[in-house]
């Protein structure tokens, strides 16, 4: 017999309001369009002294402040293959092919990507999430699940197993 645990954790509260455009097929590009991720993660591990996997208020905290951290921002792809971002000042360019899109800054979240897919913001999300629960105390989770859902019902999801 084995037994296996982990913990789930969905708040109504784990929505971030975020700009993109991601490419598809050859080269179309989408335009600007924004929606209301909602994100939820599962922590894989062995029980603790508590009878825990891992505190689901560690779990909960971390993800509020990294769906707070990508809301209401734009978020762009820095490895895309064809969409380049540059950064000049206090302004981001992004260009794909004759198309020019200007942001502040401020408004935007640059993230090492190669599309901004609900797949890849997943991952980031994912991963992020593993170094902050380092961080926090938790070193050593046994499989990792974060999943970001675009639009009721379409979601992209991140699985990460430690070898
Ligand atoms: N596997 C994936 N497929 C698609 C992704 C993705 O991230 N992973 N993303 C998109 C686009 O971003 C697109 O915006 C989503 O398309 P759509 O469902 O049309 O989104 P809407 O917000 O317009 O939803 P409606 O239900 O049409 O209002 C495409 N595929």
């Not at 209401?72 to 380049?84: E, F």
Request: charged fraction near 25%; aromatic fraction near 8%.
């Amino acid at each position: 017999m084995s037994e296996q645990y982990h913990v789930r954790v969905a708040k109504e509260h784990f929505v971030f309001s975020a700009a993109h455009f991601i490419t598809f097929g050859d080269n179309i590009c989408e335009r600007l369009h924004g929606h209301n991720y909602a994100v939820a993660a599962e922590v894989h591990g062995p029980l603790d002294a508590n009878q825990y996997v891992v505190d689901f208020i560690l779990v909960r905290d971390t993800l509020a402040k990294l769906t707070q951290e990508l809301d209401h921002h734009v978020l762009l792809p820095t490895k895309h293959p064809t969409i380049r971002v540059e950064v000049a000042g206090q302004e981001v360019t992004a260009t794909f092919e004759e198309r020019r899109w200007v942001f502040p800054l401020g408004d935007c979240v640059l993230l090492e990507v190669e599309n901004t897919t609900a797949e890849l913001l997943a991952r980031v999300l994912g991963e992020r999430l593993h170094e902050r629960l380092r961080e926090g105390g938790y070193a050593s989770p046994a499989a990792i699940t974060v999943s970001v859902d675009e639009c009721n019902g379409q979601e992209g999801v991140w699985s990460w197993t430690a070898d």
